[in-house]
């Protein structure tokens, strides 16, 4: 067998194998977006930042059959698979290109969306009664990010709660137990607002790093097709020698 089409096979069945890995790796990632969304979707309105998670999870799919395609195809050196190997790959590049511009835009809108997180959460914050789903919500925010108020403890301040009750949720407590809601150095200094703009801000940079990083794992897969169609064609084009 030929060096350079034995290489090539060697390169597209690794690729193989890498899209299915692949593929696991982006469906995980969309989910994780998802789910990382949905934990603060009381505080976030905009969803077009879910839009680069929808089209991961789907990436991941198509990526699975990819290698399904790719692996069969290279084995049997069959032009019409390696063909459609590369059409699919072409597209799934453009698909995560596509990804990558979604976030690209909504990071570059952060100081808009910042605004209007911080309008949504103040706007949660004062439904705060004790007993509604807004309750749950800020409890299970401050809880989990350990973070105390809109922009720190005193914006509770500002909130029915406060005047009603005169007491800061329990949930902004660092230690619950021994917390009256009343001591400023009992509760977590951090406000949710800049904790939740950190944990998305990470969570779109790291999704950007694996797209970036498939994205590239793809135009290797594109080369390695080109390469093997040509050396197939060219070898088939060889006539026989005879003395």
């Known amino acids: 067998m030929d060096c350079g089409i034995c290489t090539s096979k060697t390169i597209l069945l690794f690729l193989s194998l890498v899209f299915w890995g692949a593929g696991a ?6 989910a994780y977006i998802i789910m990382s969304y949905r934990t603060f979707d ?18 991941s799919v198509v990526m699975v059959i990819i290698g399904l395609v790719g692996c069969c195809s290279t084995l049997r050196e069959s032009k019409f698979g390696l063909g459609c190997f590369f059409l699919v790959i072409v597209i799934v590049f453009a698909a995560e290109v596509t990804a990558l511009a979604f976030i690209f835009i909504y990071q570059s809108k952060s100081a808009q969306i910042n605004q209007e997180l911080q309008r949504s959460m103040n706007d949660t914050f004062s439904k705060f009664d004790g007993n509604n789903l807004e309750t749950k919500a800020v409890n299970d925010l401050q809880s989990q990010l350990k973070c105390c108020g809109v922009v720190n403890y005193t914006s509770w301040h500002n909130t029915p709660w406060f005047e009603k009750n005169k007491t800061i949720p329990h949930s902004c407590c660092i230690n619950t137990t ?10 977590y200094q951090e406000g949710c607002l800049e ?37 197939s064609s060219r070898r088939s084009g060889y006539e026989p020698l005879y003395a």
């Open 25 to 30: 790796a982006l469906a995980y990632v969309g």
């Open 195 to 231: 904790k939740v703009e950190k944990f998305l801000h990470d969570v779109l940079n790291y999704a950007m790093l694996v797209i970036l990083g498939f994205a590239i794992i793809k135009f290797f897969g594109m080369l390695s097709v080109c390469v093997i169609t040509c050396r």
């Open 178 to 187: 021994q917390c009256t809601g009343t001591t400023p150095s009992q509760f």
């Open 42 to 59: 009381n505080f976030v309105e905009d969803k077009q930042s879910l839009i680069p998670a929808g089209i991961i999870i789907i990436t």
